[in-house]
């Protein structure tokens, strides 16, 4: 993946053995999980008021916005797997959940303009912002399928299928 966290913009890509690889990407993952968990767990299950909910929507994805934005810089740090397309693997990881960060960036900006005085007005609107996010999953799923299909590359296949910090995910 691609830059070191100190390296200045433009330096060339730490290559790592895809073992140490796979094993930041995975640790990265599996933080990023937790967090979107702690955010639903974060969640009032009172909030019943178009106001509170709004609020709610507002705290969830900003937090999973920030847990994303983390996840970016710590796949950035992993640097690049020492192996044949390592770069372009990399590269779709990045770009994977970069879309991710801008369609929950997206999200919460609609959320802040959600109107509560109609509250069946309010609850279309939170569906719309619901199908937006639903959509951008499956425009981040393409992109993991797209490079997938496009970069063989046994070595991460190994290491993935190797590495305990990739299990339960």
């Known amino acids: 993946m691609a830059l070191l966290g100190a390296a200045a913009p433009g330096a060339p890509a730490k290559e790592v053995s895809a073992e140490k690889w796979v094993r930041s990407v995975c640790t990265a993952l599996g933080k990023w999980e937790d967090a979107l968990a702690a955010a639903r767990a974060n969640q009032?299950?009172?909030?019943t008021e178009p106001e509170d909910r709004k609020e709610a929507v507002v705290d969830y994805l900003d937090e999973v916005t920030d847990a994303t934005s983390t996840l970016l810089a710590d796949l950035k740090k992993a640097g690049t797997p020492?192996?044949?397309n390592g770069k372009a693997v990399a590269k779709a990881f990045?770009?994977?959940f970069g879309?991710?960060?801008?369609?929950f960036v997206d999200a919460s900006d609609a959320a802040e303009r959600l109107e509560t005085d109609d509250p069946a007005q309010f609850d279309d609107d939170v569906a719309d912002i619901v199908s937006a996010i639903e959509t951008g999953a499956g425009e981040i799923g393409?992109?993991?399928?797209e490079a997938d299909s496009k970069y063989d590359v046994p070595e991460l296949d190994q290491a993935f299928e190797a590495e305990p910090a990739c299990a339960g995910g």
């Not at 879309?99 to 369609?103: D, F, H, M, S």
């Open 44 to 47: 009032d299950p009172d909030a």
């Open 82 to 84: 020492d192996v044949d």
């Open 94 to 96: 990045r770009k994977g």
């Open 99 to 103: 879309q991710a960060r801008a369609t």
């Open 142 to 145: 393409e992109t993991f399928d």
